[in-house]
């Protein structure tokens, strides 16, 4: 299957500082890009939607300006969250997917923790 | 209730044990992609079906779109099978934006 690397795999952070994680398509185009969360034993919470060169699309409940996504290229998304707080501790998982594709290939993850 | 429901949510098996992971959905998709989650976090992708069955070394999956339902079967599980085991759907729209419907998610653990 096509390869979707996530950057870093775990970060710490203090609380107030900003944070961003990479999302990269290895060997496809990812045209749509998925920002997920995820809790201890739940399942994946979709964040966002992110097409190439658009503006995010935000889940309901999602501050935009607490997680700002950058989709600039066809192989690259970057999540940031932004003044970050303990509440924003947790996993988060992207996913991306080719043009005309339906399945979507996941990344690593990033667990975050903030101090 | 949830649209796209797993069962069991844990499973225990002995090592050698023939596993079924059970998904039914309530909407209409066009394609169920069933994940693998390991502790690490990290998921792996092992099917996407649309019709019939696939089949992955030890690992099967089945789906019946009239029943609405698909399995995902382990021949001989080995602890390595660990992990949690997450049924996607695929619903039929006309936005494209592709989104999935998770299941619960099936966390399995296999003892030696």
């Known amino acids: 299957g096509a390869v979707v690397s996530q950057h870093p795999s775990r970060v710490i952070c203090k609380s107030g500082t900003s944070v961003k994680i990479e999302c990269r398509s290895l060997d496809f185009q990812a045209t749509t890009m998925f920002w997920y969360r995820q809790f201890p034993k739940q399942s994946l919470m979709l964040m966002a939607t992110?097409?190439?060169?658009?503006?995010?699309?935000?889940e309901q409940g999602v501050e935009k300006d607490k997680f700002l996504i950058n989709h600039a290229s066809l192989t690259l998304s970057t999540l940031t969250v932004t003044s970050a707080h303990p509440e924003d501790s947790s996993f988060y998982i992207c996913?991306?997917?080719?043009?005309?594709?339906?399945?979507?290939?996941f990344g690593q993850g990033t667990r975050l923790t903030v101090v | 209730k949830n649209e796209v429901e797993q069962s069991p949510q844990n499973l225990t098996a002995q090592e050698g044990e023939f596993i079924t992971i059970n998904c039914s959905y309530s909407?209409?998709?066009?394609?169920l992609h069933w994940l693998q989650q390991h502790p690490g976090g990290g998921i792996v992708s092992l099917f996407m079906?649309?019709?019939g069955k696939k089949k992955h070394g030890r690992l099967i999956a089945t789906i019946n779109i009239q029943e609405k339902h698909s399995s995902l079967h382990i021949t001989a599980s080995h602890p390595r099978d660990s992990a949690v085991y997450i049924c996607?759907?695929?619903?039929?729209?006309?936005?494209?934006?592709?989104?999935?419907?998770f299941g619960t998610g099936t966390r399995l653990k296999v003892l030696a």
């Open positions: 996913s991306a997917r080719d043009w005309g594709h339906t399945e979507a290939f």
């Open positions: 996607a759907a695929h619903p039929l729209t006309t936005s494209g934006t592709y989104k999935y419907i």
């Open positions: 909407v209409g998709i066009s394609a």
């Open positions: 992110s097409n190439e060169g658009s503006k995010a699309t935000y």
């Open positions: 079906l649309s019709s």
